[in-house]
DNA sequence: CTGCGCTTTTAAAGCGCTTTAAAGTGTGGT
DNA sequence: ACCACACTTTAAAGCGCTTTAAAAGCGCAG
């Protein structure tokens, strides 16, 4: 097969130097109306796409944004998704790194930098709070969910605790008094939303005294805290991510509750999963478009120094009310 | 900050050529002990990590994988990760290309191009034939999970119609008559599934006729399929794949019937959500980890010249039973 | 015409690494 | 002491692109 034709080919072809069909192929200013033409009229006859390593390597720049992510993560995928495009819009490229269980953080990140990915945007990072300081010394980085205070590191997460809150207010608003809220692993984000939790429930008049549960964040979670709940059951209860809902739910109508008509079940994340038909869970959505467009910016900001300070974005997380919440069963 | 150390500072530091420390660097054999470890020690000191870019612009040979995947598909997350450890393997890196909404196959796989990759995993491909056969022409291709007749494109896929076979021998050996079918939305692996299906009910002694229904491969589509059965429901179902078959056991035991006391159900693919307690699904698995190790196989038998024939390799299905199965209610 | 300030074009110097061919080093045989 | 030979080491030429500094072209006032 012949050779992939390089920037070179399409010059002479078009009968000007590299220089100016480089400046061309990236749309910079300089180049006159028949220079541009006769460049492109070649890249398109020479079918000529521009090798990355090398441009890469000759740009002072990179415009790269590196993103780590757990691939098996339904919430990574969608905030991903929506970075790509954030991205984009910024004329930047961004190039992801699947974290498994054979290729830790500490690796995925590496291999971002060999690239020289000017920013880092960490979905979800679990290093240590010093790791990500140390990187944040050296790089752009933005951690994605997850607080941390340090000078170098961006920060962008949802406000759990009015998160929780919300869920809170609207299944009191719905008449619910006994509202239960099942934990997550311990841990920043879980001690966040109980609080949201707590707080919500000493505001509202007229709620009971708040109960919360042991969990985690799979749907095994869910079905044992369920158990645990059934002898006494509340008549709502609020579940730390959307996994964990669905093995509430799971359990609560294998033991012939009906959700919501005995049961009310909210979750949180707003996975796809929570908008199937089948599931139509009530949670509470994180706005994973204005997290992505929220973590782009701050990293295009440090990059383009308009910005030294640290950020800490937070958003406000919104409810989506589905099929899962209703008002409590009459009093018995 | 300082800029980060280049070889040339790791070689002065070593006091040798960059060229040694270049050897040293990536264990290829020339350099003496001594060279090696000044070189080592070097590096180890000022924190080196070469630059990707440029290697690659150096390097004759890239040795890289390019993978284009869905990112909200559960079955593409395993095979990458398989596929990650299986190029290591092989001294192979791999870079990804996320398919999402508003990035289509064609330009990740052009994403993947402008980095030089060698060879192209293609994860259940949705181009046409004739693209991928184009694409196989300049290109190592592998494409998963998907047939296709071109002398470029290598294909790995799973025999879909044994795997069904699987599933209904299984359920007969259980004692089951009333077999039915979910189909996915038409297409070759349909098709495939189905075939696999009918020969399975037709070789059987005892099973009554065939009995396929429309589908598809969400749980939504399983819901609606379940519906249709309801009125007569059979004493068992093999769904398309584990998505759909969640559909069906919820509105299965929605209705009040017991799975798997009523009504048995067998899923395809072996995703994890099949895994987990709470669903405990008897599915079909595709054997990510053997599909993964042959496609990089085929890739690379391809890339070093072993092999110019086009490569089709069908993996063996094998069933995993799990909760979902059992006989059938007692002749009533 | 000449010269001046423009805009357009280009030659050439890298970016940081790999690789090849050639130079250097030491060993043992004679 | 000399040479052939094997093993190490290195200088230097790229890989394909970007970018800078300087050259070239050009219109127009003087």
Redesign the interface.
Known sequence: ?PPRPRLEDVAARARVSTATASLVLRGKPGPGAAAREAVLDAARALGY??????S??ARRR?QLLGVTMD??N?F???L??EI??AA?DRGYDV??S?L????GERRAV??L????CEGLLLLGPSMTAGELAELG??QAVVAIGRRVTSPGVDVVRAADDVGVGLAVEHLAGLGHREIAFVEGRPGAITTLRRQGYRQAMKRLPGVAAPRTLAGGD???D??AAAQRLLDHPPTAVIAFNDRCA??LL??F??DGLDVPRDVSVVGYDDS?VAR????DLTTVSQAPHAMAEAAVTAAVERLEGDRTAPADVVLEPHLVVRGTTAPPPSPA
């Open positions: 097969m796409r521009p090798d990355a390593a090398a890469l390597l990179t691939v098996s339904p990574h995928a969608e991903l998704e790509q495009a984009d190039v992801v699947p498994t269980r054979t290729r590496e291999s930098l060999d690239f020289r010394e050296r799979t749907e095994e869910g079905v669905l093995g799971d359990r109508r294998r796809p199937l038909a089948t599931i």
